[in-house]
């Protein structure tokens, strides 16, 4: 005969506290989650914001160009780089990769780059006279697209990058 009683209070209290232990077991603490989510954000951001820091100091623009280009997408993609350097009034110097007299600063760009014989191609140079690969065409237009994001999501998202941020403080040549 079964007994259809319920269990004594210790049994209903050991089968509880054993549920909650097992649900335990199983779920992250969410606190604990939650200072280790904070601190890689918190640190992510920090990382950022030194890389957006480096981006604010005096640097020249240098442009690697082909004159003598014969694939029509990097033609096109130089031109309108060009264009919109001049639109944005962003001082950049330019090095040809087909003047032989630019040859070895060419080959120099080709060496800290890592990439020969496609244009364009875009490099800061430091006042300390270091050159940093800035990226091709694509990194241009990546640029372009999200520097017409809305201006909440830009000040929401500090970490993205835009024309303004990147070549705010081009200059012409160091004083």
């Not at 350097?85 to 990769?97: A, C, H, L, R, W």
């Amino acid at each position: 005969m079964m007994n259809n009683q319920p269990p004594p209070s210790s049994l209903r209290q050991h089968l509880s506290n054993n549920n909650r232990n097992q649900k335990a077991a199983t779920t992250p603490n969410r606190s604990r989650v939650s200072s280790r989510k904070a601190a890689l954000v918190g640190r992510y951001r920090n990382y950022r914001n030194a890389q957006i820091g480096l981006v604010k100091e005096q640097k020249k623009l240098i442009c690697l160009v082909s004159q003598g280009c014969h694939d029509r997408a990097q033609e096109t993609n130089q031109s309108v780089a060009l264009r919109w350097f001049n639109s944005k009034q962003i001082p950049y110097t330019t090095v040809d990769g087909m003047d032989p007299n630019q040859r070895q600063k060419r080959n120099e760009l080709f060496d800290i780059s890592g990439l020969r014989g496609n244009y364009p191609q875009f490099f800061f140079e430091y006042q300390n006279g270091t050159i940093q690969y800035l990226g091709n065409f694509s990194t241009l237009e990546r640029l372009n697209e999200s520097s017409n994001l809305p201006l909440e999501v830009l000040s929401r998202h500090v970490e993205i990058e835009t024309f303004d941020k990147i070549f705010g403080s081009v200059v012409a040549s160091f004083r």
